[in-house]
């Protein structure tokens, strides 16, 4: 597919054009790139102390509430992070979409790696975190969790950044939709919640959101809910993954020709 051809030919390029973008979101400011790595730390760190010690908030596990926290935490913050910036990112860049000659394909992708930077910082943050704690990472699984996240963010993203640069009212509300899903995803509660709502149940575990956040949170501990090793719930992932890329791919290439007339 174009798309594909696209990646692996600009492959430097688009690393290139990832650090810049990263770098220029913090670009007026004293400390620079650090805010990137700071403020999301910050973040998780006054989530984790009012959950833990004003709300009482518990893990659902016999694992301290740390150690089941930070790495939802560290994949949420992640993957808004990436769907965010990639949705609004033709119209970042649109100057690029302007030239003839640039692949447009690459410019969500583009964000997503400059997203990555933060994300692989957090997760280096959570390891070191949960190993403090005696749980060890589960690397091969780690890995996967890591393509998982990429393979999603990209397929998700390629309907989100063709409709907001055409209908720049939609950031405002997927940014809506994000905040709904961060609190509908079990990031700061447990699925133990929805013990006595079997339907309600199963039908959080299918939802790709919830399949990354628990993936990542079995790297160092187990949820008593194998989503990595259930069959159902990882073929689910990545239908649905592998649909949405079909789907926004067929947005993307139609409405392709707008852009440069709407930017």
Same mark, same amino acid.
């Given at each position: 597919?174009?798309?594909?051809?696209?990646?692996?030919?600009?492959?430097? &390029?688009?690393?290139?054009?990832?650090?810049?973008d990263f770098k220029n979101r913090f670009a007026n400011t004293s400390l620079?790139?650090? @805010?990137?790595?700071?403020?999301?730390?910050?973040?998780? &760190?006054?989530? #984790?102390?009012?959950?833990?010690?004003?709300?009482?908030?518990?893990?659902?596990?016999?694992?301290?509430?740390? /150690?089941?926290?930070?790495?939802?935490?560290?994949?949420?913050? @992640?993957?808004?992070?990436?769907?965010?910036?990639?949705? *609004?990112? %033709?119209?970042?860049?649109?100057?690029?979409?302007? !030239? /003839? /000659?640039?692949? +447009?394909?690459?410019?969500?992708?583009?964000? %997503? /790696?400059?997203?990555?930077?933060? =994300?692989?910082?957090?997760?280096?943050?959570?390891?070191?975190?949960?190993?403090?704690? =005696?749980?060890?990472?589960? +690397?091969?699984? &780690?890995?996967?969790?890591? %393509? #998982?996240?990429?393979?999603?963010?990209? #397929?998700?993203?390629?309907?989100?950044?063709?409709?907001?640069?055409?209908?720049?009212?939609?950031? *405002?509300?997927?940014?809506?939709?994000?905040? &709904?899903? $961060?609190?509908?995803?079990?990031?700061? @509660? *447990?699925? =133990?919640?929805?013990?006595?709502?079997?339907?309600?149940?199963?039908?959080?575990?299918?939802?790709? $959101?919830?399949?990354?956040?628990?993936?990542?949170?079995?790297?160092?501990?187990?949820?008593?809910?194998?989503?990595?090793? *259930? =069959?159902?719930?990882? %073929?689910?992932?990545?239908?649905?993954?592998?649909?949405?890329?079909?789907?926004?791919?067929?947005?993307? !290439?139609?409405?392709?020709?707008?852009?440069?007339?709407?930017?």
């Amino acid at each position: 597919m174009e798309f594909f051809k696209d990646i692996i030919k600009n492959k430097k &390029l688009i690393m290139q054009l990832g650090k810049n973008d990263f770098k220029n979101r913090f670009a007026n400011t004293s400390l620079g790139a650090i @805010w990137g790595f700071l403020q999301p730390f910050i973040f998780m &760190l006054t989530y #984790a102390i009012v959950f833990q010690f004003i709300l009482k908030a518990g893990s659902g596990g016999d694992y301290p509430y740390a /150690v089941w926290f930070f790495p939802g935490m560290t994949m949420w913050q @992640w993957i808004n992070d990436s769907i965010m910036s990639a949705s *609004n990112s %033709i119209r970042t860049y649109s100057y690029l979409v302007k !030239k /003839v /000659v640039f692949p +447009v394909n690459i410019i969500p992708v583009i964000s %997503i /790696v400059a997203s990555s930077f933060v =994300g692989l910082f957090l997760i280096v943050i959570a390891t070191v975190i949960c190993i403090i704690y =005696g749980y060890m990472p589960n +690397v091969l699984l &780690l890995i996967y969790a890591i %393509i #998982a996240v990429y393979a999603f963010t990209i #397929a998700f993203t390629r309907f989100t950044s063709a409709i907001t640069t055409v209908v720049p009212d939609f950031s *405002n509300l997927l940014g809506i939709a994000m905040q &709904l899903f $961060f609190w509908f995803t079990p990031i700061v @509660w *447990n699925l =133990g919640m929805l013990a006595d709502k079997p339907i309600l149940l199963k039908i959080m575990k299918c939802t790709p $959101f919830t399949y990354l956040i628990t993936t990542f949170r079995q790297v160092f501990i187990d949820e008593n809910i194998v989503f990595a090793g *259930n =069959g159902i719930y990882t %073929i689910i992932f990545w239908i649905v993954t592998i649909i949405l890329f079909i789907w926004g791919n067929s947005i993307f !290439k139609r409405t392709r020709k707008d852009f440069a007339d709407v930017l």
